[in-house]
């Protein structure tokens, strides 16, 4: 199967060569974990190594601040523009959702101007703000994801998790249901020191490693490392190492 891989030193391992193209991947993390440098780095090593130009769709930046951020790692996003290799566009949920629902809209325009193959939206977040019901917030993203995948893009999406450590409560559960493949960055709370871990949580359609990893967001971008060993409960955010829980559990009752 053919792979659309990520440039992310570590992962298109554990993701069997990289994404599967066309599909949705969601990327979910609490604030500084790392999000948008994962889509920034996907756009960019799609440029750059894969000759897949790239859109950045996003509701919460302005362009000059990915120019800026691309640029401490030394990605050259105004100069892909330049080029006619990306196009970053600050817009709103309402009107991302308008441009799928009419012909001929400014996503569809854009996709075809540059022959866009990725995209990175940052954040569908901002898309509770339009459906206070769960169910019609699922139809308004699942339309929406439709729409990119019609496109033919493979699409990257960010979403803020508010829990820094441990599980976050009333978070909206459905879009992991939509999409294809779901990410989840989380820190961790190890020997006195915060530390980072990811997971790829599901990958329809194909087998992936289930390991939780370390990573690094380093001057190069991010690196995927090895999985944590000997140790327990990374995902609430305060593992404890196995031999500790033993004894815990068996020894000390």
Not at 116 to 122: E, F, K, S
Not at 232 to 252: D, K
């Amino acid at each position: 199967m053919d792979r659309v891989t990520t440039g992310i030193a570590g992962l298109d391992d554990m993701l069997q060569g990289g994404f599967v193209p066309n599909t949705a991947i969601l990327v979910e993390g609490a604030p500084g974990t790392g999000k948008t440098t994962f889509g920034m780095q996907f756009i960019h090593h799609g440029i750059a190594q894969c000759d897949e130009p790239g859109i950045i769709l996003t509701f919460e930046q302005f362009p000059r601040q990915y120019y800026r951020d691309a640029a401490n790692f030394g990605w050259d996003f105004r100069r892909w523009e330049a080029e006619g290799k990306l196009r970053i566009m600050m817009t709103s949920p309402e009107v991302s959702q308008a441009f799928f629902q009419e012909a001929g809209g400014q996503i569809e325009q854009l996709t075809r101007e540059v022959g866009a193959r990725r995209i990175l939206v940052d954040s569908i977040s901002h898309f509770e703000r339009l459906a206070a019901d769960p169910v019609h917030l699922r139809q308004l993203v699942y339309s929406f994801i439709n729409g990119l995948k019609r496109e033919g893009l493979t699409a990257v999406l960010t979403r803020e998790n508010v829990a820094l450590l441990g599980e976050a409560e009333g978070q909206d559960e459905s879009v992991p249901f939509i999409v294809d493949t779901y990410i989840l960055l989380r820190y961790v709370e190890m020997d006195s020191a915060i530390r980072k871990a990811l997971l790829v949580l599901k990958m329809r359609g194909s087998y992936h490693d289930k390991d939780i990893r370390r990573f690094t967001v380093t001057s190069k971008g991010i690196e995927v490392h090895s999985k944590f060993e000997g140790q327990e409960g990374i995902l609430s955010g305060s593992p404890r190492r196995m031999a500790e829980s033993f004894i815990e559990a068996f020894v000390r009752r």
